[in-house]
T-cell receptor, first 113, second 112 residues
Framework: KAGVTQTPRYLIKTRGQQVTLSCSPI?????VSWYQQTPGQGLQFLFE???????NKGNFPGRFSGRQFSNSRSEMNVSTLELGDSALYLC????????????FGPGTRLLVL | KQEVTQIPAALSVPEGENLVLNCSFT??????LQWFRQDPGKGLTSLLL?????REQTSGRLNASLDKSSGRSTLYIAASQPGDSATYLC???????????FGKGTKLSVIP
């Protein structure tokens, strides 16, 4: 079974631009979560989607948004990029949610200049 | 607000040693606790998941324990190997929540 895939793997943007990241979960998994990882703050929860519905959202500004499609693939969008948005963005999938083992993708490393 | 702390932040041991990594959390109302491993620049790999009703889980040379009432978990690694070198993260899922709250990890180096 293929693992969680994330595209692109690396991205360089400038301040003020917007970016869209994609996550394809393991086949059959309906829950997709997104996390931001930085050296200072560690891993922080962004949001979780299940069957196209956002069930939970972390404490991030409205510039961060996401969605999930009927095939469970998910995208997250960051508008008006700031330098502090530079991070590794990780997505995780599972059958039903964080009550069970989470399978993480390799991440998208975003650098904002 | 749930807070997860991992001590120590970094640990260096000679190959073959047994070692213990610690994780503590402030709110005992958790659904489960998971231990992950992260290699440099890569995603997370799940190692063990302990439900709140369980006391421990074992997988190969790894054993994780959970004491929910005291807000503590330990990850025991037996007979450490250089390939065990990585950052180990623990994370809890709060009761009724759909998110993981992570500690900042322990960076383990196993010296050949």
């Amino acid at each position: 079974k293929a693992g969680v895939t994330q595209t692109p793997r690396y991205l360089i943007k400038t301040r003020g631009q917007q970016v869209t990241l994609s996550c394809s979960p393991i086949s059959g998994h309906r829950s997709v979560s997104w996390y931001q990882q930085t050296p200072g703050q560690g891993l922080q929860f962004l949001f979780e989607y299940f069957s196209e519905t956002q069930r939970n959202k972390g404490n991030f500004p409205g510039r961060f948004s996401g969605r999930q499609f009927s095939n469970s693939r998910s995208e997250m969008n960051v508008s008006t990029l700031e330098l502090g948005d530079s991070a590794l963005y990780l997505c995780a999938s599972s059958l039903e949610g964080s009550q069970e083992t989470q399978y993480f993708g390799p991440g998208t490393r975003l650098l904002v200049l | 607000k749930q807070e997860v702390t991992q001590i120590p932040a970094a640990l260096s041991v000679p190959e073959g040693e047994n070692l213990v990594l610690n994780c503590s959390f402030t709110d005992s109302a958790i659904y489960n606790l998971q231990w992950f491993r992260q290699d440099p620049g890569k995603g997370l790999t799940s190692l063990l998941l302990i439900q709140s009703s369980q006391r421990e889980q074992t997988s190969g040379r790894l054993n994780a324990s959970l004491d929910k009432s005291s807000g503590r978990s330990t990850l025991y690694i037996a007979a450490s190997q250089p390939g065990d070198s990585a950052t180990y993260l623990c994370a809890v899922t709060g009761a009724g929540s759909y998110q993981l709250t992570f500690g900042k990890g322990t960076k383990l180096s196993v010296i050949p």
